[in-house]
């Protein structure tokens, strides 16, 4: 239960982040509210933004939930910073967020967003390390792994909750994951402009 509950924090936030996300978005492109948006004077980048900024808090309530259930319902300890979880988890939700930003520029239908979210999902969470232990994984399963950024943010949670790990310790996951919302956010807002 130690390895399972701080991995349920990366597993909810990719799952409700990337769907809502998705769904959202692609439910406007079919209402046609979209063209009234891209009609007004903002650039494709302020549209993005307002549009990706209310999943940031809607993330932030889900990590206080998990956060407060993993030491009140499952007695789990949190040995590290909560600083530094919680910047990690910021540039975590972000990376969700624009990946379900930009699946949403892919899909026509709600329909489609959901199955293209789910070609996401499933790859990443048996590949991350959450279901299986990443390292009893062949090699080519531990390279695949290293394609998704729940499997940089399982490494930093656990370390960070269970083993008290400091920036240093975690900084090359970090970094994995804001190389993620770049390539996230270049793609979407090439999408979008199309």
């Not at 979210?117 to 990443?124: A, R």
Request: avoid cysteine.
């Amino acid at each position: 239960q130690y390895n399972i509950v701080p991995g349920l924090l990366g597993v909810i936030l990719q799952m409700t982040m990337v769907m809502m996300t998705a769904m959202a978005l692609t439910r406007e492109t079919e209402r046609g509210t979209m063209e009234n948006l891209l009609a007004m004077p903002s650039s494709p980048l302020e549209i993005m933004l307002g549009k990706v900024l209310p999943y940031l808090v809607v993330g932030a309530v889900q990590v206080v939930v998990v956060l407060v259930a993993a030491k009140l319902l499952f007695g789990i300890p949190f040995v590290g910073s909560l600083t530094l979880l919680l910047s990690s988890v910021l540039v975590f939700v972000l990376s969700l967020v624009l990946l379900g930003y930009t699946i949403s520029t892919m899909a026509r239908s709600q329909m489609q967003a959901m199955q293209l979210t789910f070609f996401f999902f499933l790859p990443s969470l048996l590949l991350s390390g959450f279901m299986f232990p990443y390292r009893g994984m062949p090699g080519w399963a531990q390279s695949l792994g290293e394609i998704f950024p729940l499997t940089h943010f399982l490494r930093i949670t656990r370390a960070v909750m269970l083993k008290g790990a400091e920036l240093p310790a975690v900084a090359t996951e970090i970094g994995w994951l804001a190389v993620f919302v770049a390539l996230f956010a270049g793609f979407a807002l090439v999408r979008f402009r199309r």
